[in-house]
């Protein structure tokens, strides 16, 4: 990387520190990576010996890593354009009515993104991948050695074949190996492209007609967007901006919302955050975007973590090969791909779950709750499974689990945990057992319509 890059890096680092956690926090799956880390954790996952483990050496390593920070689509720039267009006809109507000018902060707002790739991984998101390569390099130097024989028969990357996780890879790569250098060169250029095993739930029939297209006639989102929270924020929206007369839903506010969380992502000039008026309308818009992600990609519908089997299997296949010692055996495995993994692939392992089920009528009393995709799913959030061979144990092979790099002290699937005495690790038969059941659904039968489910977790 330039030197001006790097310190732009820097500075969007020690920014990241500085900002107020409370409004940090609440911009869903739109919010940076480091923004979701406490200071203690962030002290954490920089101290390499936090990963070390007594009588164990880590022999593989599979990582499954979300595309970091990036730009919108360009469905959310054309309706803000399209919005901000109809402001100034308003406010044409208004002062030839009224004879009179209004303004208020929707005046001063000025498009952004549209020079942008359109869902392309920002300067911030190839930072965020490069930073964590190093990290795990750093951790696990055994396994991304620098050799160039050992590493090109060792490693295995697949990406869907969206832009944006493919240079989360290469970014990833560039952190572990160095930016420019033959191994990296060589790396980047032999990703596998392999949408069924990252985008399995474009294949699944069932998720796509009973959950994905039916999610604006979801009950919960529907009367949640109908409900007493979202409409108050409508209605002063429009009044404090003067803008009744406009005929306009709340789904320009979710759009704006968006916006504001990726402008909040990057430090930029705070633009569309300050058409919010305090963090509890940001709330608002936060818990509707984890209700739509509660019942459209995690615990909502068992669907949506099944299909996330395709996931479990390709780890438990690569497990197996370097136990057996396979010729095409690879001590690390990296799989890029999007929020649709990461939420269903924690859902399995029953993180981030509340005792109760997330509803329209819950916003107030659930504030609190430890589902929140802030948390679960920013930009750049990863699992990985980390296979240790260990000595003076009850059984050689232990797998350790690290959610955004922090490792799990309970390993569970539904309600079975693993290892009760000592849950940071888990023994691979037993944590194979954890998701048998699971991982013996007919996915065939499950994805095919008017076929009932057979699991739950």
Known sequence: MSYCLSIFFILITISALCIKKSFEI???TKTAYLDSFSDEQLKYINNIENYKIENCSPEQIYIFLRHGSRYPNSKYVRNTEDFLNKVKVLRREQAEKYNVTKTSAIDEIFLTFHDKPHHGLSDLGAFEMYD???????RYPNLFSNDEKDVLNHINIVSSDRDRSIDSGKNFV???FGKGSRISEYVNNNFILNNTLIRYFDECERYLVDVKKKKK???????FIKGHEMTRLLSNFKTRNHIQELNFETKILYVIFGLCGIEHAHRMERNWCKLFENDEELEILSYL????????????NIINYQVVQYIFKDLFTNLDMHIKNHPKRKKVLLRFGHAENIIPLVS????????FVLKYDKFNQVKDRLFKTAIMSPFASNVAFVLHKCNQTDEMYKVKILVNELP???IRAGDMECNKENTSMCNLNSF????????????????TLNKNLNLEL
């Open 348 to 355: 399995v392992l029953s993180l981030f779950k509340d005792p």
């Open 132 to 138: 964590i390569g190093q990290r795990f390099k750093k």
């Open 408 to 410: 799990l002290h309970k």
């Open 432 to 447: 194979r057992s954890l998701l048998n059941e699971y991982l013996n659904v007919d996915l065939e039968q499950s994805c």
């Open 174 to 176: 560039n952190g572990v």
């Open 289 to 300: 975007s984890d209700l739509k992600d509660y019942w459209i990609k995690s615990y909502g």
């Open 26 to 28: 609440k911009h869903s």
């Open 217 to 223: 006639s979801n009950e919960d989102l529907v009367n």
